[in-house]
């Protein structure tokens, strides 16, 4: 990651995408399928598929009630093949959103601490500077019985080598994965361009496929990726508690397996036998059937959620009183350095001080985002253990209107007969803030921006094109104020992504042409090699150094404001059939991942009728 300045548009891409859940609204980068919860409230749109077009299940297959956890908001059109290796596989399969079920990871994601929890893999260290070894659980086997070993994470892995799948960017930092033995894998970073944080990433995201019947399948398909991706792979083969038991154009069900080898991780078997998406037109179809009752599990943006336990409903949230989710993302607005008032750290501090963050967060998420407490880390346990709070303190603005002002008229900034300011005989405004269409949340956040910005004499307009017009505009900075999300999620790569995201410089396109990443802009070389260095360190009071020593940087030079905290997933839940979902301070540490994905799954052995 950090000679081959090359290297950062892969990883980028990847983790952007990653970003995204498949939720309706489109990200900048290719159809989403994994991730965070998305801007906007209606999903209306279906999947993509691929080629092939699967046949549903022939017999329709009820399951009982009292056996079954419903869920929704993961699935927006009929299911098109399981095929991991397609790009965009239904549920279960989708990559990154409900990866434990069916294929598992070797190791499951906290929300709640960032950190790695064993599942396929027991343990993992650094032997070296260059080679990490991850021993594998020697009880885990697949679902037609076969041992799993580790010549299924050497093949899933290489199958990212041969094809461009979805980890096929991780080796641009690994030079190889070998098998020790059958039960141990050691994984060599690339000595021209290592990177820690992103091998971290890798074993707990990518969903082990079995040798044995995808070399098959290879086989048939003469290796041709095209042919591959038509597999419909309608019984999929894996390791997770369940299989797949049911599916048609409305719903898809899946039944536990009995004889799953994690009964000797987790002590049992999951309490639900079978578990059901059922694929609702909208967000009103699915509210409506989650109110009444009909689904157990919501991961759909609700508004207002807290009328529904106000009425007597047995719903709830994670956190029991406002923001009631836990932030994943930080979506935020990006100047264009190379404009003129805005090119002025000043301005943009201004205007960050004028913002009304609390109106933000009740208008337009309905309250779900905590107080902004402007940082690159996010507000969690999770993140802000890496900055020294006390050392930013100081530089940390909040909603100031009257120092706002201040601070402008402190740099000559002098209000015209309009009220709008002039500073270096260079009106601020009108100045375009942009984001897209329809996507409801953000278009009232920056309506927002704007009124704030008249409050202290900066004329700043919305412009809200359609989603590829504004993926045109950011990416190659035909703009003045943009908004968008720098790469959301939580992975041991965070916050140190985000930064890169929004701060690193080196492979950056200029404006006119196509950037990944900083579309502002933004340079400074001591922000470079901070994000150069970080993913070489081990040491946790050192990392605590660069980390704040950035976060001063990106306080003091403000290339990018952040609005508000978004869930990683809305994780929201009807107890009328089941009980005991993770909530804070119930000491299980379970996370509120939606009991689907990463260590969010332990939800599913503690809940009950």
């Excluded at 079920?101 to 070797?106: F, G, R, S």
């Excluded at 970080?534 to 605590?544: F, G, N, Q, R």
């Excluded at 809305?570 to 059939?577: A, I, R, W, Y």
Aim: with cysteine.
């Amino acid at each position: 990651m950090k000679k081959k300045v090359v290297s950062f548009r892969p990883l980028l891409i990847l983790l952007l995408i990653f970003s995204f859940a498949a939720a309706g609204c489109q990200s900048v980068q290719p159809p989403p399928t994994t991730g965070e919860a998305q801007p906007g409230q209606d999903n209306t749109a279906a999947q993509p598929g691929t080629d092939s077009t699967s046949q549903p299940s022939q017999e329709v297959k009820e399951t009982p009630r009292n056996e079954t956890l419903y869920i929704n908001g993961l699935q927006w059109g009929p299911p098109t093949n399981f095929n991991l290796l397609s790009g965009n596989p239904a549920f279960p399969i989708n990559y990154g959103n409900s990866r434990e079920l069916v294929y598992e990871t070797m190791f499951m994601v906290n929300q709640l601490t960032g950190e790695l929890e064993p599942l396929l893999g027991t343990k993992y260290e650094w032997t070296s500077e260059q080679a990490l070894q991850v021993e594998l659980n020697p009880d885990a086997k697949w679902s037609d019985g076969k041992p799993f070993t580790a010549d299924d994470v050497v093949y899933t892995y290489e199958l990212g080598h041969k094809y461009d799948i979805n980890w096929s960017n991780y080796w641009t930092y690994i030079e190889s994965v070998k098998a020790d033995g059958e039960h141990k894998v050691i994984i060599t970073l690339n000595p021209k361009n290592p990177n820690k944080l992103t091998v971290l990433d890798s074993i707990e995201l990518i969903p082990i496929l079995p040798k044995h019947i995808w070399e098959e399948v290879e086989k048939k398909a003469n290796n041709d990726l095209s042919t591959i991706r038509k597999e419909v792979n309608e019984n999929p083969v894996g390791t997770g508690p369940y299989k797949l038991y049911f599916y048609n154009d409305q719903k898809i069900t899946l039944i536990r397996d009995d004889n799953y080898w994690g009964k000797s991780l987790f002590g049992k078997l999951p309490a639900p036998k079978y578990i059901s998406h059922v694929i609702y037109k909208d967000n009103a179809a699915g509210d409506l059937a989650f109110k009444s009752g009909q689904v157990d599990v919501s991961q759909q943006f609700i508004p207002q959620v807290s009328n529904m336990w106000k009425k007597g409903a047995p719903i709830k949230t994670y956190l029991k009183e406002e923001p009631y989710y836990l932030a994943g993302s930080m979506p935020s607005i990006f100047f264009n350095l190379s404009k003129k008032g805005l090119d002025n750290p000043d301005v943009r501090r201004a205007i960050a001080m004028s913002i009304n963050y609390a109106k933000i967060s009740e208008l337009a998420m309905s309250g779900y985002s905590a107080p902004m407490q402007p940082s690159l880390t996010l507000n969690s346990d999770a993140e802000s253990k890496f900055v020294d709070q006390n050392a930013i303190k100081s530089l940390q603005w909040t909603t100031d209107v009257e120092g706002a002002n201040q601070l402008l008229d402190s740099i000559g900034a002098k209000k015209g007969k309009d009220g709008i300011r002039v500073l270096n005989g260079t009106r601020l405004g009108p100045f375009e803030i942009e984001c897209p269409y329809g996507w409801s949340d953000w278009n009232a956040s920056l309506e927002i921006v704007a009124q704030s910005a008249k409050a202290i004499g900066i004329e700043i307009r919305t412009k809200f094109p359609e989603s590829p017009v504004w993926t045109n505009d950011l990416q190659t900075g035909k703009f003045d104020i943009i908004m968008n999300t720098p790469a959301g999620g939580v992975s041991p790569s965070q916050p140190w992504n985000r930064a890169m995201t929004i701060m690193y410089s080196k492979g950056v396109a200029p404006l006119g042409e196509m950037a990944f990443w900083n579309w502002g802009r933004y340079k400074n070389d001591r922000a470079d090699a901070i994000i150069d260095e970080i993913p070489t360190v081990s040491d946790d009071a050192k990392l605590k150094e660069l980390y704040t020593e950035l976060t001063t940087i990106w306080l003091k030079d403000i290339p990018s404001i952040p609005l508000m905290y978004r869930p990683w997933v809305f994780h929201t839940v009807n107890e009328s059939v089941w009980k005991g979902f993770p909530t804070e301070g119930d000491g299980s540490n379970i996370p509120p991942q939606i009991a689907m994905d990463g260590a969010g799954i332990r939800a599913l052995y503690e809940i009950h009728n």
